[in-house]
């Protein structure tokens, strides 16, 4: 697997200095007794790039964002940024600085003091420009006198987000700095961030569990799984092409069918799966496997009822079709979530868009359609059930 995320052009960071440069983690290693949180990770984070670590509660991601503060020791590894070897230095000597879930604002300061707190006690110059600036970026400049209690909770983020990337550090950590909004709010900071990140070309290497939140804002998302890294890449490429069944699970949803590969011809190859066939694109099939978990994403399937004569509507020249009964349908205004029974006893997920006024109803009998390259396939000798129902609440 390439471990290298791909910088992106004319990123560089405010304020370079001899410790600006990409982030690089080497055989990094974390153990508390006989637990190990971080197992040997290997991750270059590209200069001026905007970096997810995502996954489950327990994954160890803030772990590995803890060691890049400085505020857990690791037990192996290296940690770098640039040529700078900082893996031993202490978390106030390092060019990192770490924007929490928490805020941690003084609550005694108004938004000003709380953002020029770090320039004053370095004693910088122009702390005047340089907060007018950072304030100006995060649209705070007309709540610069107030205190923290004044101002709502997306409003606090920003302080916080400004506090930390005033000091111009070369690489800022966001442990889950979304988590305490609601849903509403936290897309509109999700916007936001990415905002301020693109226009002040830092480092930022964001936690979370959340995967529309890492979705909507990384350039590059390493999804991690029992502290190490499951699969790395691009946002669409990860959830287009899943690499295990766990970053299936993870990324989003995925309806996985047991199958057997097949003829192999022009580019795909016919799969049986229990009941019928479908094709998957030949560089979609594992090297060298015969039994695989087929998987299409539910928001990739039609759902057709019958005709007047009680058949299923025959899809599309070269389309793939499974027939069912609806069990379930669940309006969700854009969209209406169905669940389907399989000839083979197995529910598939069926996310649809609301086009019109007529729905499907249970016990409704259905043909799904999908389109072959909408399709990916998967080594069956992995959990089909990996990734699923893992609650990502707490830090990991």
């Known amino acids: 697997m390439d471990k290298s995320a791909p910088a992106r052009s004319g990123a560089t960071p405010a304020g370079g200095s001899p410790d600006s440069g990409d982030l690089t983690l080497t055989s990094l290693t974390k153990r508390f007794g006989p637990f190990t949180a971080v197992d040997c990770l290997d991750l270059r984070i590209a200069q001026g790039s905007f970096f997810a670590l995502l996954g489950p509660s327990g994954c160890g991601k803030t772990t590995t964002l803890r060691m890049v503060a400085g505020l857990e020791q690791p037990t192996h590894g290296e940690i770098r940024i640039g040529s700078r070897d900082i893996t031993y230095d202490k ?40 907060v007018a600036e950072v304030l100006e970026l995060t649209e705070l400049q007309t709540l610069a006198r107030r205190k923290p209690a004044q101002l709502s909770g997306g409003q606090q983020q920003r302080v916080a987000l400004a506090r930390a990337i005033v000091n111009k550090p070369a690489v800022l950590l966001l442990d889950e700095p979304l988590g305490a909004l609601d849903l509403k709010l936290r897309r509109q900071m999700q916007v936001e961030l990415k905002r301020i990140q693109t226009e002040v070309g830092l480092t930022f290497v964001h936690v979370t569990h959340d995967q529309e939140e890492a979705m909507t804002m990384a350039d590059t998302i390493a999804v991690m799984n029992a502290g190490r890294i499951e699969q ?5 490429d990860l959830y287009e092409n899943p690499a295990t069944t766990f970053a299936a699970n993870f990324l989003g949803q995925s309806n996985l069918i047991r199958a057997t590969v097949g003829q192999r011809q022009s580019g795909s190859a016919t799969v049986a799966l229990p009941s019928g066939t479908v094709r998957v694109p030949a560089d979609r099939l594992p090297s060298g496997i015969e039994e695989v978990w087929v998987g299409v994403r539910p928001e990739k399937i039609t759902v057709h009822g019958e005709t007047a004569h009680g058949q299923p509507v025959e899809p599309a020249a070269g389309l793939n079709q499974i027939t069912g009964v609806v069990t379930d349908a669940s309006f969700m205004g854009v969209s209406t979530q169905y669940l389907v029974r399989t000839p083979w006893d197995q529910q598939l997920t069926v996310f649809e868009q609301n086009r019109s006024a007529a729905l499907h109803r249970p016990g409704d009998r259905v043909s799904l359609s999908f389109a072959a390259e909408h399709t990916f396939a998967l080594d069956a000798g992995q959990d089909s059930a990996a990734g699923i129902d893992l609650d990502g609440e707490a830090a990991g």
Not at 232 to 236: K, N
């Open 91 to 130: 978390a106030y000597r390092r060019p990192v600085n770490t924007v929490f879930q928490s805020y941690a604002l003084f609550p005694h300061l108004s938004v000003w003091e709380n953002v020029a707190f770090g320039l004053k006690r370095r004693r910088s110059a122009q702390v005047d420009k340089q």
């Open 232 to 236: 790395l890449g691009a946002p669409a």
